[in-house]
């Protein structure tokens, strides 16, 4: 069975650009959630869907926004790009809301 | 507020070793679960253990153990019989029960040497 897949794997923006990033979670999960990992730190908490649903924001700007689709996979969407958003962006996907967390190979976003 | 603490940023062990990388944790809940995931430098998060607070017993995958003491609120992995393969970065992290969001530790970069 294919795990979480991330598209794209890497990508390079420049500052003030706009940026959609891809996840489809494993075959049956309805849950995704979207972590930003900036270099040298743990995974921070950005959004979690659930059945097209919106069920928990982090700590982040409105310039971050997300949505599920009818078949279970996210966008996640970043506008006006800074420096500091470079960062692995990751996307995990459970089978009920506050099951274990299984993680794609994350997208690598670079802002130059 | 949740915080995760990892006082170890890098780790070293010989092939064949045990070895424990270590995780205390604040939380005012009664309620939470505990997670250990590994990094590869391929970026994907590998879950290895889970545990919960209520549970009484230690949590144990394979090579895998994660000590738990409850009352000192540290939450520590203990690998045994170390791999090359097990070189990684390694991260505690930990959810309160009913939320969604999963609160990471900084990270121990662990280096297994042959």
Known sequence: ?112 | AQKITQTQPGMFVQEKEAVTLDCTYDTSDQSYGLFWYKQPSSGEMIFLIYQGSYDEQNATEGRYSLNFQKARKSANLVISASQLGDSAMYFCAMRRTGRRALTFGSGTRLQVQP
């Not at chain 1, 069975?1 to 794997?9: F, H, L």
């Not at chain 1, 390079?12 to 900036?38: A, E, F, M, N």
């Not at chain 1, 996307?91 to 967390?101: D, I, K, Q, W, Y």
């Open chain 1, 1 to 112: 069975d294919a795990g979480v897949t991330q598209s794209p794997t890497h990508l390079i923006k420049t500052r003030g650009q706009q940026v959609t990033l891809r996840c489809s979670p494993i075959s049956g999960h309805k849950s995704v959630s979207w972590y930003q990992q900036v270099l040298g730190q743990g995974p921070q908490f950005i959004f979690q869907y659930y059945e097209k649903e919106e069920r928990g924001r982090g700590n982040f700007p409105d310039r971050f926004s997300a949505r599920q689709f009818p078949n279970y996979s996210s966008e996640l969407n970043v506008n006006a790009l800074l420096l500091g958003d470079s960062a692995l962006y990751l996307c995990a996907s459970t089978l009920t809301v506050a099951g274990e967390e299984h993680f794609g190979d994350g997208t690598r976003l670079s802002i130059l």
